[in-house]
């Protein structure tokens, strides 16, 4: 009996692993050295890298998103 050598994909969306562009997109098309920026001054998590290439997990950018909501909400209360 031998063990398949695929990789099965995530089983939650959250799961997922975005290159950065694909971060870009979803951060409203911004670039993708803007997205360096942001990692660089921590407001994004250090990347996973495959093989050579950058990778954030779709929940660091959900959670991304939760942030500057609960910034806003918190300015907006003052």
Known sequence: MTMSSTVSPPLK?????????????????????????LI????????????????LYHSDILAYFERLKMNRAAQGSH
């Open 13 to 37: 969306e959250e799961d997922r692993l975005l290159d950065l562009e694909e971060v870009a997109k979803m951060l409203g098309n911004i670039s993708t050295r803007s997205v360096r920026r």
């Open 40 to 55: 660089a001054r921590g407001d994004l998590p250090r990347p996973v890298k495959v093989l050579s290439s950058p990778r």
